[in-house]
């Protein structure tokens, strides 16, 4: 099996990084769903980005947030792609926003990216290799202890889920140190990775964390779900997402099932 390289997808990452930058100089929102903000930003980039992987890899199926979001995902290769992800803190002028793309073959991912142009800071991982943040090895942290573990986690746009949102945040925030809500699954995936938070929990779409997902594994940290997931690939299914040290992983378990 030949792969396109970390490096061709980190680059292809930083140029998408750069148009999201520009665009935020004259920002154009709507609302998908009547509440999901969406700028011309997330669809430039997203565009960009699946030109270029069609260009470089037609035979690829691509599922994407824009511009495929119902694609299928059962193929030799599969791109998942986020153009941006944090797209609230990124009309609101917040620098936690970040491009993921990830690259799945027969079902594992295989290579991940998740760059944040507004702190230039590239997440980097290639499975069985490990992980990088600006190209220097990265591992998670090693807390043990739940009283002093920061965890993160995001809200829907939706509210209908509030009550069980609430009765979780409430357990959580009780047990450990504190709680963050940063606004982007990605990152958030990857401040664990990089040893910046302990754990992070929360239901997504496949775009949100399929290539910091891989961050993760490879910087040490345990990923799974805390609600056994339907049948199908795991590893594409954002629902009950966990993610923690290994320590961590089983006692934030328990408190999130
Ligand atoms: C969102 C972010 C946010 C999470 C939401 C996601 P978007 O992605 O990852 O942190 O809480 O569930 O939808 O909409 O900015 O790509
Ligand atoms: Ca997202
Ligand atoms: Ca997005």
Redesign the pocket.
Same mark, same amino acid.
């Given at each position: 099996m030949s792969l396109p390289s970390l490096d061709w997808i980190i680059a292809l990452a930083q140029q998408a990084g750069e148009l999201i930058r520009r665009e935020r100089h004259h920002l154009n929102c709507n609302y998908k769903h009547q509440t999901?903000l969406v700028t011309q930003a997330d669809v430039a980039a997203d565009g960009m980005i699946h030109a270029a992987l069609s260009n470089s890899f037609p035979s690829h199926a691509i599922l994407s947030?824009e511009l495929a979001p119902s694609a299928t995902t059962e193929h030799e290769f599969l791109w998942v792609i986020?153009p941006?992800? !944090?797209? +609230?803190n990124y009309a609101h002028g917040h620098p936690q926003v970040a491009v993921s793309i990830a690259l799945y073959h027969h079902g594992n991912a295989v290579l991940g990216v998740v760059h944040n142009p507004f702190l230039q800071e590239t997440f980097a991982a290639q499975a069985g290799r490990g992980a990088w943040l600006n190209r220097e090895r990265i591992q998670c942290a090693a807390t043990d202890d739940l009283r002093r573990a920061i965890i993160a986690t !995001?809200?829907?746009y939706h509210k209908d889920d509030v009550p069980t949102l609430m009765v979780r945040l409430q357990q959580v925030l009780s047990h450990c140190a504190d709680i963050r809500r940063l !606004?982007? *699954? *990605?990152l958030?995936i990857c401040w664990v990775a990089c040893g910046r938070l302990d754990g992070y929990y929360?239901s +997504?779409?496949p775009w949100?964390f399929a290539a910091a997902r891989l961050i993760a594994i490879e910087a040490g940290a345990k990923a799974g779900h805390y609600v056994e997931p339907p049948a199908g690939n795991p590893q594409l299914c954002g629902e009950h997402l966990l993610v923690s040290t290994p320590a961590l992983y089983s006692q934030l378990h328990n408190l999130l099932r």
């Open positions: 999901e947030e986020d941006i992800d !944090g797209t +609230v !995001g809200f829907p !606004g982007s *699954a *990605a958030d929360e +997504v779409k949100d």
